[in-house]
């Protein structure tokens, strides 16, 4: 979908800027006193730079306002399980590796040495969500399983010889 209309919006571009270097190269051949013309675009250079600036501006603030983003809203009487998760070389420390379907989680992730990456797969290895694991940070990541399964959690960052052994199971059940 987002293809189709990327690929539309880039042909009507492509076909706009060949009418304007056509009307260009049609145009070039006239000879016309030049100081009128020069007045008339810099008056159009100026209103052009102005509202490209404002447009910006506004479309800037407004996507601004929802940041942080990605942050869910609970409802009412339905607070989040808070997990606290811990990486180290070369392993991890989970609060809890039990859960439900449809149950909101965070994942509250931090180090306790060096820089790892929580990625969350789920069976067929696809990457779910993902977070830097930063000593003396947390992250958060937000996460509400569909489907029952086992997921796991590999470490994204290169880290040590021990890297790849940095595989944590999770249970999500019905
Ligand atoms: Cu921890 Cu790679």
């Known amino acids: 979908m987002i293809q189709t209309v990327a690929w539309i919006v880039s042909l009507i571009f492509m076909l706009f800027i060949t009418i304007v270097f056509g009307v260009v190269v049609l145009k070039s051949k006239e000879k016309r006193d030049y100081d009128p013309i020069k007045k008339k675009w810099y008056k159009a250079r100026s209103f052009y730079g102005t509202t490209l600036v404002v447009f910006f501006l506004v479309?800037?603030?407004y996507t601004l306002r929802e940041l942080?983003?990605?942050q869910p809203v609970y409802g009412e009487g339905k607070d989040p399980t808070i997990v606290d998760?811990?990486?180290l070389q070369f392993g991890w420390n989970f609060s809890e590796t039990e859960f439900k379907v449809g149950e909101p989680i965070e994942f509250h992730v931090?180090?306790?040495d060096v820089n790892h990456g929580f990625g969350i797969y789920d069976e067929d290895r696809n990457l779910l969500a993902q977070t830097q694991a930063m000593p003396e940070y947390t992250n958060k990541v937000y996460v509400t399983f569909d489907e029952p399964g086992t997921y796991d959690i590999l470490c994204?960052?290169?880290?040590?010889?021990?890297h790849h052994l940095m595989i944590q199971s999770i249970e999500v059940t019905e």
């Open 68 to 70: 942080p983003y990605n």
């Open 85 to 87: 998760v811990e990486a």
């Open 156 to 162: 994204l960052e290169y880290c040590g010889l021990a």
């Open 110 to 112: 931090t180090s306790a």
């Open 59 to 61: 479309i800037t603030i």
